[in-house]
Protein backbone atom coordinates (compact mmCIF):
# COMPACT_ATOMS: atom_id res chain seq x y z
CA UNK A 1 0.00 0.00 0.00
CA UNK A 2 0.90 3.49 -0.62
CA UNK A 3 0.29 7.21 1.15
CA UNK A 4 1.70 10.63 0.43
CA UNK A 5 1.78 12.87 3.33
CA UNK A 6 2.46 16.51 2.79
CA UNK A 7 3.91 17.91 5.49
CA UNK A 8 2.27 21.49 5.72
CA UNK A 9 -1.15 22.41 4.84
CA UNK A 10 -0.05 26.47 4.27
CA UNK A 11 3.14 28.19 3.80
CA UNK A 12 3.54 31.34 3.51
CA UNK A 13 6.78 33.11 1.96
CA UNK A 14 7.90 36.74 1.07
CA UNK A 15 7.54 37.66 -2.85
CA UNK A 16 11.66 36.60 -4.13
CA UNK A 17 11.73 34.27 -1.53
CA UNK A 18 13.18 31.01 -1.92
CA UNK A 19 9.89 28.18 -1.91
CA UNK A 20 10.06 25.04 -0.35
CA UNK A 21 6.41 22.49 -0.34
CA UNK A 22 7.20 19.16 1.39
CA UNK A 23 6.04 15.73 0.51
CA UNK A 24 7.28 12.43 1.96
CA UNK A 25 5.55 8.97 0.52
CA UNK A 26 5.55 5.40 0.94
CA UNK A 27 5.41 2.92 -1.87
CA UNK A 28 5.68 -1.02 -2.10
CA UNK A 29 7.05 -0.20 -5.86
CA UNK A 30 9.12 2.02 -7.40
CA UNK A 31 6.69 5.14 -8.22
CA UNK A 32 6.06 7.75 -10.58
CA UNK A 33 5.40 11.05 -8.45
CA UNK A 34 3.98 14.10 -10.03
CA UNK A 35 3.09 17.87 -8.23
CA UNK A 36 -0.05 19.50 -9.59
CA UNK A 37 -0.80 23.26 -8.79
CA UNK A 38 -4.79 24.17 -8.42
CA UNK A 39 -5.23 28.29 -9.10
CA UNK A 40 -8.48 28.90 -7.63
CA UNK A 41 -11.83 27.78 -8.95
CA UNK A 42 -9.58 25.89 -11.69
CA UNK A 43 -8.68 22.61 -12.60
CA UNK A 44 -5.26 21.20 -11.55
CA UNK A 45 -2.58 21.21 -14.00
CA UNK A 46 1.01 19.41 -13.96
CA UNK A 47 3.99 21.30 -12.38
CA UNK A 48 6.41 18.01 -13.15
CA UNK A 49 6.78 14.78 -12.52
CA UNK A 50 9.32 11.68 -12.11
CA UNK A 51 9.10 8.73 -13.60
CA UNK A 52 12.67 6.90 -13.01
CA UNK A 53 15.25 9.07 -14.81
CA UNK A 54 16.72 11.77 -13.65
CA UNK A 55 16.31 12.73 -10.01
CA UNK A 56 16.06 16.34 -10.16
CA UNK A 57 13.27 17.15 -12.22
CA UNK A 58 12.85 20.42 -13.54
CA UNK A 59 9.08 21.76 -14.16
CA UNK A 60 7.07 24.86 -15.57
CA UNK A 61 7.85 28.30 -13.94
CA UNK A 62 11.31 27.59 -12.54
CA UNK A 63 9.66 24.67 -10.18
CA UNK A 64 11.85 21.66 -9.32
CA UNK A 65 11.64 18.43 -6.78
CA UNK A 66 14.47 15.73 -6.32
CA UNK A 67 13.40 12.51 -6.02
CA UNK A 68 15.12 10.98 -2.44
CA UNK A 69 15.19 7.44 -2.43
CA UNK A 70 16.59 7.20 0.65
CA UNK A 71 14.33 9.68 2.22
CA UNK A 72 10.88 8.42 0.79
CA UNK A 73 10.60 12.40 -0.63
CA UNK A 74 9.92 14.63 -3.25
CA UNK A 75 10.29 18.14 -2.21
CA UNK A 76 9.61 20.92 -4.39
CA UNK A 77 11.22 24.16 -4.71
CA UNK A 78 11.66 27.46 -6.18
CA UNK A 79 14.31 29.38 -5.87
CA UNK A 80 12.57 33.16 -6.14
CA UNK A 81 8.87 33.29 -5.48
CA UNK A 82 6.23 35.04 -7.62
CA UNK A 83 2.86 36.84 -6.56
CA UNK A 84 1.19 34.47 -9.07
CA UNK A 85 2.54 31.20 -7.61
CA UNK A 86 -0.23 31.52 -4.90
CA UNK A 87 -1.89 28.88 -5.45
CA UNK A 88 -2.85 25.29 -4.13
CA UNK A 89 0.26 22.31 -4.97
CA UNK A 90 -0.77 18.47 -4.57
CA UNK A 91 1.77 16.07 -4.47
CA UNK A 92 0.59 12.77 -6.24
CA UNK A 93 1.76 8.90 -5.90
CA UNK A 94 1.74 6.37 -8.87
CA UNK A 95 2.26 2.94 -8.08
CA UNK A 96 3.52 1.02 -11.33
CA UNK A 97 1.83 -1.53 -9.27
CA UNK A 98 -2.15 -1.31 -10.85
CA UNK A 99 -3.43 -2.70 -7.71
CA UNK A 100 -2.75 0.38 -5.82
CA UNK A 101 -4.84 3.33 -6.54
CA UNK A 102 -3.54 7.16 -7.62
CA UNK A 103 -3.05 8.76 -3.90
CA UNK A 104 -3.20 12.88 -3.72
CA UNK A 105 -1.42 14.80 -0.84
CA UNK A 106 -4.65 16.70 0.82
CA UNK A 107 -2.84 19.71 -0.70
CA UNK A 108 -0.16 22.70 0.63
CA UNK A 109 -1.56 26.41 0.11
CA UNK A 110 1.18 28.59 -0.99
CA UNK A 111 0.55 32.14 0.33
CA UNK A 112 2.56 34.86 -1.38
CA UNK A 113 3.08 38.08 0.77
CA UNK A 114 4.23 41.26 -1.00
CA UNK B 1 -8.13 21.43 -29.10
CA UNK B 2 -10.17 21.62 -26.19
CA UNK B 3 -8.79 19.48 -23.81
CA UNK B 4 -11.04 18.01 -21.46
CA UNK B 5 -14.27 19.46 -20.65
CA UNK B 6 -17.03 18.98 -18.06
CA UNK B 7 -20.81 19.63 -18.19
CA UNK B 8 -22.47 21.11 -16.02
CA UNK B 9 -20.47 23.96 -14.37
CA UNK B 10 -22.59 23.93 -11.52
CA UNK B 11 -25.59 22.48 -9.59
CA UNK B 12 -27.85 22.02 -7.11
CA UNK B 13 -29.92 18.71 -6.05
CA UNK B 14 -32.42 18.03 -3.58
CA UNK B 15 -31.94 14.96 -1.44
CA UNK B 16 -32.73 11.51 -3.48
CA UNK B 17 -32.73 12.89 -7.27
CA UNK B 18 -29.97 11.88 -9.67
CA UNK B 19 -27.64 13.01 -11.97
CA UNK B 20 -25.05 12.50 -14.82
CA UNK B 21 -22.03 14.36 -14.88
CA UNK B 22 -20.44 14.42 -18.04
CA UNK B 23 -16.81 14.28 -18.94
CA UNK B 24 -15.54 14.45 -22.54
CA UNK B 25 -11.81 14.74 -24.23
CA UNK B 26 -10.36 15.34 -27.26
CA UNK B 27 -6.79 13.92 -27.12
CA UNK B 28 -7.34 10.53 -27.72
CA UNK B 29 -6.14 9.47 -24.27
CA UNK B 30 -6.45 5.71 -23.27
CA UNK B 31 -7.08 6.39 -19.37
CA UNK B 32 -9.99 8.73 -17.93
CA UNK B 33 -10.94 9.35 -14.00
CA UNK B 34 -13.29 10.93 -11.57
CA UNK B 35 -12.21 12.38 -8.85
CA UNK B 36 -14.18 14.71 -5.66
CA UNK B 37 -12.10 17.27 -4.19
CA UNK B 38 -13.26 18.20 -0.51
CA UNK B 39 -11.60 20.73 1.98
CA UNK B 40 -8.27 19.38 3.53
CA UNK B 41 -8.71 16.07 1.64
CA UNK B 42 -7.48 16.64 -1.67
CA UNK B 43 -8.40 14.66 -4.78
CA UNK B 44 -10.32 10.92 -4.18
CA UNK B 45 -10.60 8.79 -7.25
CA UNK B 46 -13.96 7.48 -7.52
CA UNK B 47 -13.55 5.69 -10.47
CA UNK B 48 -11.10 5.23 -13.14
CA UNK B 49 -11.33 3.18 -17.05
CA UNK B 50 -8.03 2.60 -18.41
CA UNK B 51 -9.11 1.82 -21.74
CA UNK B 52 -12.81 2.19 -23.77
CA UNK B 53 -15.03 -0.58 -22.17
CA UNK B 54 -13.42 -1.31 -18.92
CA UNK B 55 -14.03 0.50 -15.39
CA UNK B 56 -12.67 -0.11 -12.36
CA UNK B 57 -13.22 1.29 -8.92
CA UNK B 58 -11.28 4.37 -7.04
CA UNK B 59 -11.15 5.01 -3.53
CA UNK B 60 -14.46 6.02 -2.71
CA UNK B 61 -17.20 4.35 -5.22
CA UNK B 62 -20.14 4.38 -3.02
CA UNK B 63 -23.39 6.00 -4.43
CA UNK B 64 -21.40 6.21 -7.58
CA UNK B 65 -21.82 4.59 -11.17
CA UNK B 66 -20.01 5.12 -14.73
CA UNK B 67 -20.28 4.78 -18.18
CA UNK B 68 -17.09 4.78 -20.54
CA UNK B 69 -19.50 5.58 -23.56
CA UNK B 70 -16.53 5.25 -26.34
CA UNK B 71 -12.86 6.76 -26.18
CA UNK B 72 -13.83 9.71 -25.58
CA UNK B 73 -16.88 10.01 -22.95
CA UNK B 74 -16.66 9.08 -19.39
CA UNK B 75 -19.91 9.69 -17.41
CA UNK B 76 -20.48 9.97 -13.98
CA UNK B 77 -23.93 9.33 -12.32
CA UNK B 78 -25.32 9.69 -8.81
CA UNK B 79 -28.41 7.60 -8.96
CA UNK B 80 -30.10 9.09 -5.56
CA UNK B 81 -27.69 12.24 -4.15
CA UNK B 82 -26.93 12.33 -0.71
CA UNK B 83 -25.70 15.59 1.14
CA UNK B 84 -22.20 13.66 1.54
CA UNK B 85 -21.95 14.01 -2.17
CA UNK B 86 -21.74 17.78 -1.89
CA UNK B 87 -18.02 18.46 -3.79
CA UNK B 88 -16.83 19.86 -6.45
CA UNK B 89 -16.04 16.47 -9.16
CA UNK B 90 -13.22 16.35 -11.40
CA UNK B 91 -12.54 14.43 -14.71
CA UNK B 92 -9.41 13.64 -16.01
CA UNK B 93 -7.82 11.61 -18.69
CA UNK B 94 -4.27 10.39 -19.19
CA UNK B 95 -2.28 8.98 -22.43
CA UNK B 96 -1.33 6.08 -20.17
CA UNK B 97 -3.66 2.81 -20.96
CA UNK B 98 -2.28 -0.24 -18.73
CA UNK B 99 1.38 1.30 -19.29
CA UNK B 100 3.45 3.41 -17.27
CA UNK B 101 1.38 6.23 -15.37
CA UNK B 102 1.50 9.42 -16.89
CA UNK B 103 0.46 12.75 -16.63
CA UNK B 104 -3.28 13.46 -16.37
CA UNK B 105 -4.79 16.33 -17.55
CA UNK B 106 -7.93 17.90 -15.80
CA UNK B 107 -11.02 19.60 -16.75
CA UNK B 108 -12.34 22.36 -15.30
CA UNK B 109 -14.67 21.11 -12.61
CA UNK B 110 -18.53 20.66 -11.36
CA UNK B 111 -19.44 22.00 -8.56
CA UNK B 112 -22.44 19.68 -6.93
CA UNK B 113 -24.68 21.24 -4.13
CA UNK B 114 -27.24 18.50 -2.90
CA UNK B 115 -29.75 20.14 -0.30
Known amino acids: AQSVTQLDSHVSVSEGTPVLLRCNYS??????LFWYVQHPNKGLQLLLK??????LVKGINGFEAEFKKSETSFHLTKPSAHMSDAAEYFC????????????FGKGTRLHILP | NAGVTQTPKFQVLKTGQSMTLQCAQD?????MYWYRQDPGMGLRLIYY???????DKGEVPNGYNVSRLNKREFSLRLESAAPSQTSVYFC??????????????FGPGTRLTVL
Open chain 2, 92 to 105: ASSPEGRGRPDTQY
Open chain 1, 27 to 32: SSYSPS
Open chain 1, 50 to 55: YTSAAT
Open chain 1, 92 to 103: VVRPMNRDDKII
Open chain 2, 27 to 31: MNHNS
Open chain 2, 49 to 55: SASEGTT
